[in-house]
């Protein structure tokens, strides 16, 4: 009888022990950033690093959009935008977007130019020099203290070069010498929303000549009435003991 009750004692403290190191590496988990009352940015990750998780309870909504080594964007964010959300990280090398409202996700880039509007002559900012990122009108706008505007396309496709269209026949003029140009249909580039450019620099790119890079705003939309938050928010000493 006393063997029998010493080796449930043993037990049970085995299951209390192994409770308690399960309860102290679970992952923490919180919420970094709401677009508004029903959408929102979940990390999960010691640090604030780690998986990202997108929420829309409304709409039924949660979609990894990266499975580990997230850091949170330091600089002002807004984001009315529901149908197309771009998200860019802590040092702004280049951003995650969804254009049906955060269901899937995929790679945005900024555009390759020939040349840089930086301090030190690169094609993209440091993150030093980010100000703010506003993404409204299913349009993302990246803002620099230098006052330079990164911004991605309006939100569609040129019609001419989509599957069965004419394409795009352009001339161009390069050392004194007109020259054409065109963009077919099976090879049209980036879709709209992937790619990021800024603003000074389209000219003279190919992108010039397709619809929605065309009469752009040449400064970040004003946004009223935003209910959500203007900063990602995150406490690195959450789940450390």
């Not at 999960?44 to 409304?58: F, H, I, M, P």
């Not at 930086?118 to 100000?131: A, F, I, L, W, Y």
């Not at 203290?145 to 269209?165: E, N, T």
Request: hydrophobic letters at 30%; one cysteine or more; aromatic letters at 12%.
């Amino acid at each position: 009888m006393n063997t029998n009750i010493a080796l449930i004692g043993v037990l049970l403290s085995t299951v209390l022990t192994v409770g308690c190191q399960a309860k102290k590496s679970e992952i923490p988990t919180q919420v970094i950033y709401r677009f508004d009352d029903h959408r929102y940015l979940e990390l999960k990750g010691y640090y604030c690093e780690g998986a990202l998780w997108y929420v829309d309870t409304q709409r039924g909504i949660k979609s990894e959009v990266m499975d580990k080594f997230y850091r949170a964007f330091g600089g002002k964010y807004v984001h009315p935008s529901e149908r197309y959300i771009a998200i860019t990280d802590w040092d702004i090398s280049g951003f995650m977007v969804s254009k049906d409202y955060g269901q899937t996700w995929r790679n945005a880039h900024y555009a390759s130019v020939p040349y840089g509007v930086e301090p030190d002559g690169t094609t993209s900012p440091k993150r030093e020099n980010v100000v703010s990122f506003t993404v409204v009108n299913d349009q993302g706008f990246l803002l620099t203290k230098q006052g330079h505007l990164y911004l991605s396309s309006k939100p569609f496709d040129d019609p001419r070069v989509l599957p069965g269209g004419p394409g795009i026949d352009y001339t161009f003029t390069y050392d004194g010498k007109i020259g054409t140009g065109r963009i077919d249909p099976r090879s049209p580039g980036q879709k709209w929303g992937m790619s990021y450019i800024e603003l000074s620099t389209l000219k003279g790119q190919t992108n010039e000549e397709k619809a929605e890079w065309q009469g752009l705003p040449t400064k970040v939309p004003e946004v009223k009435n935003y209910t959500g938050w203007d900063h990602m928010q995150c406490d690195p000493d959450l789940g450390l003991e």
